[in-house]
């Protein structure tokens, strides 16, 4: 009988749960013994969702109080020994301070996970790192699943990968110089296997090994330590289901073949290709477990498709074939059942976590009792599907015209740079080292307040755009006071820059639920993308245009950037992303031009997510570059040569992408650099990037404000590596989650920096 499985589900719970657990506990409104209630009730809820889908195991492992590779360096005795923790003795308390840090130890460093927008905490190994075993958690949630009479099936994530997604700290200290983290393996592996010994007295039958990197470009001794990891780790009366996924690991079937593991998983749904090299490498006992539900997006799949398509293969493999979603459904939001204002027809479309494993149902169904079985279920998801496709709000003909007619002009500017760069110094008469900011400004507890008032029909839209309109005069004035150059509106009205945006266009449905989990307790909303994208009117020009006619001073017009509109949202699957990238750059093309209208000089695109898009492989990276670097350029180059556009982002590794950095050709660029102390810029100057930049000189995750001595050196850093003419003084982002006294102060401090360096020039 054909099993299914997940390989996760979401743990924050339909209504954030465990959010707010959390955060009551780190408040001290409520005791660990909630939390810990909290946590068991979600466990068990998930749990039967899955009996009830009549999956034969349940994913267990997949809960976290904080992130799964945490709660993993913990179970294996891998923690930063800069905390001081016994890791077999580690309390929840302790936990929570690894990841969020306490007064005298910075947090554990986090990154997203492969090219999703969750982000798991970096193991922190060094050279002494003794993988001696740590809490016994993970065993406690597969008694707790017996106990419930399940058949848990552990879901840990691989040592390869594992090693791989650690960093080793300390790695300038003489001892620990050129030190491979390879070569922690063997003990890192010890460690895995009293965890698997442990699952196995326990009487598990099947554990997921999750090895993702499988799907990255992995240096070749990366992949030979593969078969002397897992030679290691068989344990007897164990099954081992090798897991991979966000990408094609058939380069390494053959390999992986070869490990002594009982199953593979891969994912067929960013994959399919992958299928044929899998059959041809499967050892004859092994199963093939094939996500063919997608944990990536939101859509509901075509189950009359992928059933029929199933069948031979169940033919073939009949109990080896498993079935499951392509990844574990973390990245999706739970459930569609407390969607009530979504609009109806849109809603019909969807499918979330909850919903996805009841299409894992029906398709096991399909293939153990026949289509005949199911087939209630497949008319009603050929209908929805069949409506999705005929809905005249997916496809709008002038949208699809205009897509046809973008020509190549259209992605370029009417004159080279060194030229636009002498009109626009004409034309906007600014000061060398030009002062601005990124774009926000404090996002005040009122001024939250205000939105939800208004939302919830208590504020008036009147009274709500007379308060937005408030707060931006008090932002202009205090920038003319600090003596800043260039000057934004603070985007007090935007409560999210992708969702400010995708509520004003054609094409983007909201979910009043569709939460999935970020960091921690943090959680975001991604919009659906579902349709053409039109803009049916100028979505920041009135308040723009308010903005600039309170001040003499240039003001910035601010926009979200195609890349990053679409990297941010749940986008369609009926047409490739770069389509929709277009569409999004044709609307923000539009707004670009009626900002210029409107007497704007000076218009920022935010991209911060644009490198965040580069697929897995570094193959198919220069197509993306492409499209990406298209996108960008049909949304800016509408304009005159005098009138000058910003981009911003937001990260710290542009060197392998510096080409497409600079032939997006934006007159200025904002970076994050400071926590890099401008070491990044070498990059830029290396590469003789030649357009203008504004390397971030204060770190704005942190309410510390840095000393102008410490700016004027970043400074003065930075101007040995590009030509000051070419240089803009600036933080590194935006400042909506700073408090008022430290952003004001830092400013302050900024201009002070960046007239001393004028002086001395
Ligand atoms: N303009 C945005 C802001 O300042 C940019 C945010 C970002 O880079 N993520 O908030
Ligand atoms: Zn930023």
Excluded at 106 to 122: G, Q, S
Excluded at 139 to 149: H, I, S, T, W, Y
């Amino acid at each position: 009988m054909t099993h299914a499985h997940t390989l996760g589900f979401p743990r924050m719970g339909a209504h954030r749960e465990l959010k707010f657990a959390l955060e009551s506990f780190w408040r001290g409104d409520s005791s660990e013994a909630q939390l810990r209630d909290t946590g068991r009730t979600l466990r068990q809820r998930h749990w039967a969702l899955q009996r009830e889908a009549g999956l034969a195991q349940v994913a267990v492992g997949d809960f976290a109080w904080y992130d799964t590779t945490l709660t993993l360096a913990a179970t294996l005795g891998a923690l930063p020994a800069r905390f001081g923790f016994d890791a077999k003795r580690l309390t929840l308390s302790q936990y929570f301070e690894l990841a969020r840090g306490r007064a005298d130890q910075p947090a554990m460093e986090m990154t997203k996970w492969f090219d999703t927008n969750y982000h798991y905490l970096v193991p922190e190994l060094s050279a002494d790192t003794a993988f001696d075993g740590g809490v016994d958690w993970l065993f406690d949630e597969v008694d707790e699943a017996l106990a419930q009479g399940l058949v848990p099936k552990p879901v840990i994530l691989g040592p390869i990968s594992f090693l791989w997604l650690s960093k080793v700290h300390g790695a300038q200290s003489a001892a620990s110089a050129g030190f491979d983290r390879l070569s922690l393996l063997p003990r890192l592996v010890q460690a895995y296997r009293r965890l698997l010994a442990g699952f196995q007295q326990r009487g598990v039958q099947w554990v997921q090994v999750d090895e993702p990197v499988l799907c990255l470009d992995l240096p070749a001794d990366w992949l030979a330590a593969f078969q002397p990891a897992y030679d290691e780790l068989a344990t007897p009366g164990l099954k081992l289901l090798l897991a991979t996924y966000f990408d094609t690991a058939a380069d390494h079937a053959v390999l992986a073949a070869q490990l002594p593991v009982q199953g593979f998983h891969i994912d067929l749904v960013r994959a399919p290709q992958q299928l044929d090299a899998w059959l041809a490498a499967l050892p004859p006992q092994a199963v093939l477990s094939v996500g063919v539900v997608d944990g990536r997006n939101i859509w509901r799949s075509d189950l009359g498709r992928i059933l029929a398509w199933l069948q031979p293969l169940q033919a073939r493999l009949g109990d080896r074939l498993w079935i499951a979603p392509s990844c574990s459904l973390l990245h999706v939001p739970v459930t569609l059942a407390h969607e009530v204002k979504l609009d109806a027809e849109v809603r019909s479309w969807l499918a979330f976590a909850t919903e996805k494993i009841g299409e894992l149902k029906v398709l096991a169904q399909g293939l153990r009792d026949g289509v005949d079985s199911v087939a209630e279920a497949l008319q009603a998801n050929a209908q929805a599907l069949a409506a999705r496709r005929a809905s005249g709000r997916v496809t709008n003909p002038v949208v699809q015209k205009r897509l046809q007619r973008i020509s190549a002009d259209m992605a370029q500017r009417h004159s080279p740079f060194v030229q636009r760069q002498a009109a626009q110094r004409e034309a906007l008469q600014l000061p060398p080292l030009p002062t601005t900011t990124i774009g926000s400004f404090p996002q005040t507890a009122e001024i939250r307040q205000a939105r939800a008032a208004w939302r919830r029909g208590e504020l008036s839209a009147t009274d709500y755009l007379q308060r937005m309109r408030a707060e931006i005069e008090a932002v202009v004035r205090k920038q003319e006071e600090l003596g800043l150059d260039v000057l934004v509106h603070g985007e007090a009205e935007r409560n999210d820059m992708v969702e400010y945006f995708g509520e004003q266009l054609w094409g983007y449905a909201f979910t009043d639920n569709g939460w999935v989990q970020s960091y921690g307790s943090r959680c975001v909303k991604p919009p659906v993308l579902y349709g053409d994208v039109f803009r049916p009117e100028a979505m920041t020009v009135e308040t723009t245009r308010y903005a600039q006619s309170l001040t003499t001073r240039h003001m910035k017009g601010m926009l979200t950037g195609p890349v990053t509109m679409l990297q941010w949202s749940f986008v369609r699957d009926d047409q490739p992303r770069d389509t929709t990238a277009l569409q999004l750059a044709l609307a923000i093309r539009d707004e670009v031009s009626d900002l210029e209208q409107a007497g704007i000089r000076i218009v920022q695109i935010d991209e911060p997510a644009f490198r965040e898009g580069l697929p897995l492989r570094r193959t198919d990276w220069p197509r993306y570059l492409d499209w990406a670097v298209q996108a960008f350029k049909v949304s800016a180059c509408s304009v005159r040569d005098d009138t000058q556009i910003h981009t911003h982002m937001c990260y710290s590794e542009f060197n392998d992408i510096l080409p497409a950095i600079a032939a997006l050709d934006a007159d200025v660029i904002t970076i994050e650099t400071s926590r890099s102390a401008m070491e990044l810029l070498d990059g830029f100057g290396a590469f003789d990037y030649p357009n203008e930049i504004g390397p971030g000189v204060y770190d704005i995750h942190s309410p510390r404000v840095p000393s102008v001595d410490a700016m004027v050196r970043l400074l003065q850093r930075a101007a040995e590596v590009i030509p000051a003419e070419r240089l803009w003084v600036n933080p590194d982002c935006g400042l909506k989650t700073r408090g008022w006294p430290e952003t004001e102060a830092a400013l302050r401090n900024m201009v002070q920096a960046a007239q001393r360096l004028r002086e001395g020039s």
